[in-house]
Every structure is written in C-alpha cells, then in structure tokens.
DNA sequence: AATTTTATTAAGTCATACATAATACAAATT
DNA sequence: AATTTGTATTATGTATGACTTAATAAAATT
C-alpha cells in the first residue's frame, strides 16, 4: 500500500468529534422513530445515559439541533420537535457586513433571476384583489421613478407584493433575507454605478401585464425593468 | 393602563438568554472590529473573563456562530474568522422526511423558478466550451426521453450544467441543496400523478436556443420544457 | 540542516453543583 | 365550588474545575 494511501486513510478515519457523531445519532433517532411536530424527545440526562456521553455533549448536539430549527427546547418541558424553517436559519448569517464580495454579488443576481422566474406562479395564483392592490401601489409611485434610490419604498412595496402574490411561503423568506442584501449591494461600491438612468418597463405596465398578457409578456417585461440592474451585473 | 398592555409590557422585557445575548455581542464585536476572513478572535477564556461570564456559555455561543459559519474552531489556534457558506447551514435541515408539506411543495416550485430565471445569467456567461459539453450531454441521452423517471441522471448532468453555466455559485450551491427535496417531492405522493408524459421542448432544444437564441427565446423554451412539472403543480 | 522529541496551548470532554423557570398539585381564600 | 395563591418538582440554563486531545512551537537529537 502506497504511503500516501494509508495517508488517505487514515485521514478518512475519523476526524468528526463527538458532538458530530451524537449530532447524527439523535437526528437519525428521530428519524427513525418518526416523530412528529409537537413530539418530545427524551430528557437531556436520559440521552447523556443512554448513549454513553456526558450531558455536555447532549447538549451541544441538542444546541445544533436547535439551531437548524429541528426542535424546540422549554424548560421542564424538555425538548420537542419543530418543523425547520430553512430560512429562518438562514437569516443568521445573512449579514452584509459578514458575507464576502462574491456571495454578496451572487445574491444580487439570485434576487433578479427569481422574480424573472417567478411569472407562471404570479399568473396562476394571482387574484383581482391582488391586482387591485398592486394598482394602488403603482398610483402611489411618484411620476418619472428614474432614481432607484429616492423609491426604495415604492420598490420594496410593489416587488414585496409579487413575491406574497406568488403564495410560495418558502419564496417570499428567501425574498426578505435577500433584500437587506441587495439593497446593501446595491448602494455599495461592489458594483459599477449606472450609466444611464432610464427607466424602462414601469411599474404600471407590469401590472398591465399581470392583468391582461401572459408569463412570457411579463418574464420579457421584467426582464426590461429590471435591465439597469443586468446592465450594473454585465458591467465590466 | 389596562391589564392587557401591562402584560404585553412584561412580556417584551427580556425573554432571551444569557446566551443569546453573549452571542450577538460577539458578532457585533467582530463587525464593529472590521475582522476579516482569518482573522483570530480572543481565547475562550479571555472572552469569559472580559464579558464575566463562564466559558460554558462563551462556548455555547461560539458554537453557535460556528454553526453559522461566522467562525471556525482549531484547537489550540483558537477560533479564527471565516466567510459563512449561506447554503451549507441549511444543508443540514434541507431533509424531505423532516421538512412539511408546504415547505416541500414550495421548494419543488422554487427550483422551476431559478431555472426560468436564469436565462440572462447564462447567455452571457456561457462559453464555446459549455455549449460543447452540452452536446456531449444530450448526446449521451436515450431518444424519447419521455419518463422522467427513468432518465434522473440525464436530468441532473443537464440542468446541473446549467447551474454550473450561470457561474453563481451561491445559485449553484442552491441547487444542489433543492435537488434532494425536488427528487423527493416528485417521487411522493405530495403532487398529482402526471396526466400525459409529452415531450415538449427538448434538451436538445435548449441546448440549440442557448447556441443561437436569446435570453426570451430560452425562457419560453424552458418554461415548455418543465411544462410536466407545472401541470403537476397547478393541478387540482 | 533536517528530523524527531518534548512542552505548551487551546479547544474538546467530563462531572458536579446550583440557578431559573415552567408545571402540577395542594392549600387557602373568596 | 371555583379561583387564586403557594409550594414542590422537574428539566433546562449557567457556573466551575478538572482532565483529554490535537495542533503548534520550541528544544533536542541525528
């Protein structure tokens, strides 16, 4: 066996520490024994027993398991299990001031390519309540919206709407985590700044869309309003 | 004052704990420091003394912001600053047998959406050599592909070249983390049986649309081509 | 100079004790 | 009898001190 095998091997051993294996152990348990929302887990001593471990690491797996949403822990009460809410998790490290220049960048896209993407779920759930709304929205719009930044509000108010018009649950938590980020993008120097300051497709005439064209018109449409962003994105 | 809003008053007083408040005082230390990637922070102990609490609870909140990617622990080097991976936290709760219903049905809807999305991102990245493995791709595929099923291989090398293509990495990390859900949810009983197995437009297609088209053309072309999966989801 | 050994350091693990808060149940008040 | 109040219990939260382990640095050996 060539050294640098064994190398490999020995590597691959086990370089977890116990808290991981315990980490793994309880969420498999769970698993396992199908448990519920609502369930309670055994008492942090009983768990320390049983497998073996001091009651610090119980709670140390028990920590991360809280932390990924996995339950849910009250005094007495002990421990119960909670569905995970993955965005909610997220939004930890979801810190401008932590994220490095290319995530930040990647996110400034991923919010573009979502409400791109997001046109046949708009079209299929959205209801004239909904198109009311967003009218009232856009009326409230100062004529000639050329500078994003004077209309953070109006933004935020008419694209928050779109993401909730979606009825994605999941969408709309992906969407306020991203924002902060975006905006913090956007007013950063990580960008170049815009050249022109046009103003595209509006507001107005993607409700327009909504109301009376297609996925395809309002995918075509966003694309356009969103077009000084791209042009910053493309920017060399 | 009424009852009622005395009760809110109490209720708003502090429910946190020593923990929680040790932890964001820690990450308001490092932002307020501007610490960068690599960076060390103080020693367990140290931090307990100066903040004059046990380490058990300093260690508890590191541990947090480890889970958060906010640090990484050696031993005997300390903990040392490090750029969180957004979508690596979630991994860990990313499970289909622990998430709900709603959260799974929203991530099936999720991944179409990038997917449509991330036309622009793909024109004007792709290159002469992504369009070739592309073909390479597709070639490799069984004619008439019609059963998902039956072809979940060919669906990952190619949509998950797409990801690759766009050269967002957060997006692709993403992906990476939907696909499991998306395999799951479409495989369970979550969805509606699909009515008809039509082709619509092809990998192959795309791949023509991607070489020759433009960004509309491809999203068109892509919203066709998930077409099966948007029937599920719309169906009632 | 290069390698091996040793010492040191800081995180990981353990055990124990006490604090705190939520619950259940008994007691007291009306 | 019903509701409130007090009290005991219980499980998590916090604190402390000791020990283990692994990574690094320093010293010793070749």
Redesign the interface.
């Known amino acids: 066996m060539a050294v640098t095998a064994i190398i490999e091997d020995l590597k691959s051993l086990d370089t977890s520490t116990l808290v991981d294996k315990v980490e793994s152990n309880l969420?498999q348990l769970?698993?396992d024994r199908k448990l519920k929302?609502g369930d309670a887990i055994p008492k942090e001593v009983e768990l320390a027993e049983s497998l073996g471990v001091s009651r610090t690491v119980i709670r140390?797996a028990l920590?991360?398991m809280r932390?990924?949403?996995?339950i849910e822990s009250k005094k007495k009460k002990g421990a119960v299990i909670t569905?995970?809410d993955?965005?909610g998790?997220?939004s930890?490290?979801?810190?401008p001031?932590?994220?490095?220049q290319?995530?930040l960048k990647?996110?400034f896209?991923?919010r573009?390519?979502?409400?791109?993407?997001?046109?046949?779920?708009l079209f299929?759930r959205i209801t004239a309540k909904d198109i009311k709304e967003l009218k009232v929205i856009v009326s409230n719009e100062p004529p000639m919206a050329k500078n994003y930044l004077f209309n953070i509000e109006h933004e935020i108010a008419f694209h928050g709407k779109l993401y909730e018009i979606?009825g994605?649950?999941?969408?709309k938590k992906?969407q306020r985590l991203l924002l902060p980020v975006f905006d913090y993008v956007h007013n950063s120097g990580l960008l170049k700044k815009q050249t022109g300051t046009q103003t595209f497709v509006s507001h107005k005439a993607l409700v327009k869309i909504l109301e009376n064209g297609t996925?395809?018109e309002f995918?075509?449409g966003m694309?356009n309003h969103l077009q000084n962003h791209?042009a910053r994105i493309?920017a060399k």
């Open positions: 969420v769970l698993m929302v140390e920590l991360r932390m990924m949403g996995l569905s995970p993955l965005f998790i997220m930890k490290s979801m810190n001031h932590i994220l490095d290319e995530t990647d996110i896209e991923l573009l390519v979502l409400e791109i993407g997001m046109a046949d779920l299929h979606t994605n649950d999941a969408l992906f996925p395809d995918r075509t694309r791209f493309f």
